[in-house]
């Protein structure tokens, strides 16, 4: 064995030397993984899954380069977020100008500054009518505790500080901050951290595959928004504060889009118990499903509506919140020394709204809602071409350029493959060595390449998922 290869090794552990040598990227990249592994900490850690990290050195349109100069698909736009694509001058130089100009100023009360209003105004017109005004965050897990933070303090204002619970939903991914931790509906997000913060409580997903309900008379969309109804009147309209859903799971279900009478139903019963409906939209937002925002497919609007990710296609932190002018009156409308003291360092900073502004004009000038639209429906074609009739596909939806493929152990029952097969792990080997990276959410390959995406990448896209499903499954029988 040569030195080299035997350094390989030792990064890799049991995974082979060629492997590990090609994902580390050779002499730099061993150092490179000796140094991240002793001194990085990286979402969802775990040394097991990080013995021959992937080292990217640079994105072009819908592909990334590894450090051994191998090209992949970014088959979900990074963390569902790059939706104009990788190494736009444009976003580089929105961000160079207002670092050169004005780095940073506060936004706190008495402070602000012209990209923070002209993003807040631009919001304004894209954003559904009934939504006034924005606080900007730094990403989707503080838009989600300024959400619940905002509905808790508007209910106090009204002289309601007992209506502070927050419903959400099983399989619901909303962030990993204490707040957001409690409002997600996946276990493991909160397990090993402790009890889980007071007041939070999940309903079932509506999730169509696999949702039934014994009701009659009723669609299974009814049936699985009247889940919140019960819990409301379970727990007591008078403790109820807020509901939050995203309008396509994305993290934590593997794309689960409702049936199409869920969130009007949703919309009436929050109007019926006087509980504020917060939409989740940092995957959603943006033009992800082709739709501005995707409360807008199902023609419903919500009282507080978040967002992260797309504002900004990741090329700088950046989420918020939006509130409706009722809410945004009561925050107007409370005594100095009983205002929303909530507040971040870096809301609303300087060069995050200047590239959002950069990153909307490119999403409006290249009609890039359309194009999610028509590359959503190429995809999800050609998915189905390839796919409908096979054994172990239980499951092609999407909307937009937003996908999920749900492979089961028994098409017939939907039986999930157990756990131990590891196919989800196996699945995303197979698509990796075939120049597509994405994620699965336990065994549903998730979809979201940039919006910019081509229509021969849409096409290699669900050709790689094709040929990795039928390697995988046939080994797996
Ligand atoms: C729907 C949703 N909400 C909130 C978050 C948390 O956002 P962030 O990772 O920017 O904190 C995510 C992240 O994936 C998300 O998908």
């Not at 001194?39 to 072009?60: D, F, M, N, R, T």
């Not at 889940?227 to 403790?239: H, K, S």
């Not at 200047?354 to 999403?363: F, P, S, Y």
Request: charged residues 25%.
């Amino acid at each position: 064995m040569s030195g080299t290869e035997h350094e390989f090794r030792e990064i890799a552990g049991d995974q082979p030397a060629t492997e590990a040598g090609t994902a580390a990227g050779g002499r730099e990249g061993i150092e490179l993984v000796r140094a991240d592994r002793r001194h990085l900490i990286h979402p969802q850690h775990h040394p097991s899954e990080h013995l021959a990290p992937h080292i990217w050195v640079s994105g072009k349109g819908a592909r990334l380069t590894s450090i051994e100069g191998k090209s992949y698909i970014d088959g979900l736009s990074g963390m569902w977020n790059v939706y104009v694509g990788h190494g736009r001058h444009e976003l580089a130089e929105a961000a160079r100008r207002q670092l050169t100009e004005l780095p940073f100023a506060t936004a706190y009360a008495g402070s602000t500054h012209k990209p923070a209003i002209e993003l807040a105004e631009t919001l304004k017109r894209l954003v559904y009518p009934n939504i006034e005004a924005f606080y900007f965050t730094l990403g989707g897990s503080d838009a989600t505790d300024t959400s619940i933070r905002t509905a808790r303090f508007y209910w106090g204002a009204l002289g309601k500080p007992e209506k502070f619970k927050i419903i959400s939903r099983k399989l619901s991914y909303h962030g990993s901050t204490v707040g957001a931790a409690a409002a997600t509906g996946v276990e493991e997000f909160s397990s090993v951290f402790g009890p889980r913060a007071n007041g939070f409580l999940q309903i079932d997903s509506p999730y169509p595959y696999r949702f039934r309900t014994d009701r009659t008379g009723v669609t299974e969309g009814v049936a699985a928004a009247d889940l919140l109804e019960e819990a409301i009147l379970r727990e007591g309209p008078e403790t109820v504060a807020a509901f939050i859903a995203e309008p396509v799971q994305g993290g934590g279900g593997g794309v689960i889009v409702p049936q199409p009478d869920y969130f009007r139903r949703i919309r009436d019963i929050c109007n019926r118990y006087d509980v504020l409906f917060i939409s989740d939209e940092v995957i959603t937002g943006f033009g992800r499903t082709g739709r501005w925002f995707a409360l807008e497919h199902w023609d419903v609007t919500p009282d507080i509506v978040q967002f992260a990710k797309g504002i900004t296609s990741g090329y700088f932190p950046l989420g918020g919140t939006g509130v409706s002018a009722a809410i945004k009156e009561v925050m107007d409308s409370v005594p100095a020394d009983r205002r929303w003291m909530h507040g971040y360092t870096c809301s609303a900073h300087p060069a995050g709204c200047a590239v959002a502004l950069a990153n909307i004009r490119i999403l409006e000038e290249e009609k890039l809602r359309e194009r999610a639209v028509k590359g959503g429906e190429r995809l999800l074609g050609r998915l189905g071409q390839l796919l409908d009739g096979h054994p172990h596909v239980g499951d092609i939806r999407g909307l937009g350029l937003l996908a999920g493929i749900e492979l089961v152990s028994v098409k017939s029952t939907r039986e999930p493959y157990p756990a131990e097969l590891g196919i989800g792990k196996k699945i995303r080997s197979a698509l990796l060595s075939r120049g597509l990276l994405t994620r699965l959410i336990d065994e549903t390959i998730c979809l979201a390449p940039p919006l910019v995406v081509s229509d021969d990448e849409i096409d290699l896209v669900a050709d790689i998922v094709g040929d990795a499903i039928a390697e995988v499954t046939a080994k797996s029988l």
